[in-house]
């Protein structure tokens, strides 16, 4: 028995040491998963706001209704690498993840008064695993009685990616009003393995018995729509707004259970509710601006998941920061540059042990224009912290480095 639990501990470092690179936050473990999205380095390095964003040089599609005013087709990339830690009761281990959640381009007419605008965005994800080791206890046949305990290790695997494709168009009716809609063709997929194996010692090591797994795959499709306006009061103060409609989710739900021949499929309904958002930014100085953000969406209104249901909360997010505007004096050298910094606290959708989960974050950022004014690359610093050891038996710690690429090009 010794012999046993010591290469069963062998192989459940092996198996530990493959998974941890790929695995993420804790809370990707719960329900919908962690948000990904992420607007560009711009916006995340001044706290998260931008509904009021109105510079058409480093064009923003946080909100729509902001592109009205590009004379240039424009096109913004924008990807983050994330290290994190995660502690719970039985120690911390690190993690790194590498994303591309946004690639958004926008092409103007009439001038620039129209803009219509497609892309990708990464919503939420799920990627999360872990491994261990386990017994059971089984009456040995014609053993008078006698029992034999059985080891063996339980892998878990949760992984999937939520995203949506925004076909939309914005208009500029004069220079206080702009407004936008989009069409968001929403997909993914969400996959659950739990495989068990049974394990008996030999002379030869540890060879397998036998091996139970399931596997729950489930494919989503939906779309939503998005209003957006933005509304500007003076030469200085702007304010922006947007309004996602509740949708459903309509899903289609495999099971595969190794040894049970077919797949058994089906279908069902998920209510997402609607989300909708405000925000303003001011011009204290001819370069430097303060701004704020606030998002909201009343997931305690979640339906068509009863196991999901009990835990979802409403959710909302508050951002703020400040933005020093690039210049263009000549050999200003790095006064030149923009300064942004800025903070967020966020209210994620679902409980842990009852309680809700906040998620603060703090950022600092800048950015180069490319040549002749024709992009910008821009760079964001994150610190992230989720969860607390106290209230949710986890929490997260985070380093995110944020970078965006925007290029404008004259197409006409």
Known sequence: MLRRRSVAAVVLTVLISAVTASAQNPFALTNIGVDLRSSDARVDGRGGWGLAERDTLTPSFHNLASLPGLTRLAV?????????????????????????????????????????????????????????????????????????????????QREGTQFEVPLGVAWRFDDRLAVGASLNLVNGLLRERLSEGFYDNTD???????TNSEVIEDQLNSVSSTVSALVSLSESLHIGATYTTAHNWDVTRTRDMNGIPGDVTIDYQVRIPAHWGVGAAVGVTERWRVGFDYESQAFSGFTGRPDWEGVMTDSWCLSAGVERLEA????????????????????????????????????????????????????????????SLDDHGVQDRAWRLTLSLAGLEKWW
């Open 204 to 210: 030869d090591g540890l060879l397998p018995l036998r």
């Open 76 to 156: 913004v990339m924008s990807g983050y690498g994330e290290r994190a830690v995660a502690e719970d009761a039985s120690g911390s281990r690190m993690t790194s993840n590498v994303r591309t959640p946004s690639l958004r381009t926008a092409l103007p007419f009439l001038g620039g008064r129209g803009v219509a605008t497609v892309g990708f965005r990464a919503l939420r994800g799920t990627q999360y695993s872990w491994v261990e080791d386990f017994s059971i206890t089984l009456p040995i046949p014609d053993g008078g009685g006698a029992t034999e305990d059985i080891d063996g290790l339980r892998t878990f």
């Open 328 to 387: 263009f004096q000549r050999r200003g050298g790095r006064d030149n540059l923009p300064l942004r910094a800025g903070a967020s606290l966020r209210r994620l959708p679902y409980t842990v042990n009852g309680q809700t989960i906040d998620e603060r974050r703090i950022s600092v950022g800048t950015g180069v224009p490319l040549r002749n004014q024709g992009g910008h690359l821009d760079v964001a610093m994150s610190y992230i912290m989720t969860g």
